[in-house]
């Protein structure tokens, strides 16, 4: 991605900004990785949920500040935007890679990237867990 941007587009990628989208990368995986295994427990409890999940995965597309600035979104949408941890990602390693942004300047972003990381990794264990104790009682543990 960094050579992309540097030859097609001309973006110089300085060793800095490098290192602070590594770094802010490094704070958002624990909140992304913590969503991710809600969403596996979910598949995992209820099964077949394809058209849920594509309902989601769109929904994050689309107010995650991927495909539409979020300046340019309604207010709920820019709400729902601020509740979801690929939003933070997103924009913050926009700004550092562009030079507009310092981890410094960023510090209450990161900051709540943490805390979601913290509490989605806890919803995680405890949806696995029970995802397990039902599968158990229901005799479908092994099925997947």
């Not at 290192?19 to 979910?42: H, K, M, R, T």
């Not at 539409?68 to 729902?80: C, E, T, W």
């Not at 806890?122 to 099925?143: C, I, N, P, S």
């Amino acid at each position: 991605v960094v050579a992309v941007l540097a030859v097609v587009f001309g973006m110089p990628i300085g060793p800095a900004e490098l290192a602070a989208g590594v770094g802010v990368i490094l704070v958002g995986l624990p909140a992304l990785y913590g969503l991710g295994a809600v969403f596996a427990a979910l598949v995992l409890r209820f099964g077949e949920v394809q058209a849920p999940v594509q309902l989601l995965r769109g929904l994050f597309t689309a107010v995650c500040g991927m495909t539409f600035p979020l300046a340019v979104l309604p207010g709920p949408a820019q709400s729902l935007a601020a509740l979801l941890p690929p939003t933070y990602v997103i924009g913050d390693v926009r700004e550092v890679l562009l030079g507009s942004g310092s981890l410094h300047g960023l510090a209450l972003d990161l900051v709540i990237l943490l805390a979601m990381g913290a509490l989605l990794c806890v919803l995680a264990v405890v949806a696995f867990r029970a995802t397990e104790r039902h599968a158990r009682r229901g005799g479908t543990l092994a099925q997947y």
